[in-house]
């Protein structure tokens, strides 16, 4: 019988933020859903990446960042023990985001900010960290697996065991 604990992660986020960079760098053999859009690409199903760290088997979702993609957000979010919200620290943080986090907030989901992009030119992370003093925040890039495992691992190691004990994939 596998001991391992098994957990559902998902990444919520505005367009932009990071999403699909994240889940990539945790997972190169990541899945992904996206479509052209003005200026490139956008997720407009899911990201789809596993993670194995200390015992633990991570799978980690990411979701669409427009504003018309609640209900794939809610259907991804079914089912999840944790919750990262990825925030863009060179952008404002607007109603979206406040959205995002009130809706993480107001389920009950133990959840966890990643400040991203935190390194860059223009960026105002002290912005972020005032706007959502009372959560949790860690500077993460989400190009740097190293720092992002690191923070997903310990982010992942609070979490209590997923109900029903298994996640399916």
Do not use: W
């Not at 799978?59 to 957000?73: L, S, W």
């Not at 389920?107 to 960026?123: D, H, Q, R, S, T």
């Not at 609070?158 to 029903?164: D, M, Q, S, Y």
Request: net charge negative.
């Amino acid at each position: 019988m596998d001991q391992d604990k098994k957990c559902k992660i998902v990444v919520f986020g505005a367009f932009g933020a990071g999403k699909t960079t994240l889940v990539k760098t945790l997972d190169p053999q990541s899945s992904h859903v996206e479509a052209g859009c003005s200026g490139g690409t956008t997720t407009v199903a899911l990201d789809y990446g596993r993670v194995r760290s200390n015992g633990i088997h991570i799978h980690i979702f990411g979701t669409p960042g427009q504003e018309r993609f609640e209900f794939a957000r809610e259907i991804i979010g079914r089912g999840m023990d944790g919750a990262i919200l990825l925030v863009d620290a060179t952008s404002p943080v607007d109603d979206f985001i406040h959205h995002l986090y009130d809706s993480i907030v107001a389920a009950g989901i133990p959840f966890v900010i990643f400040l991203n992009k935190y390194e860059n030119i223009g960026a105002r992370p002290e912005l972020v960290q005032n706007e959502f003093s009372a959560a949790v925040i860690a500077k993460v890039s989400a190009l740097d697996r190293q720092q992002s495992l690191e923070a997903l691992c310990a982010f992942a190691q609070t979490l209590p065991p997923h109900p029903g004990g298994h996640v399916h994939s």
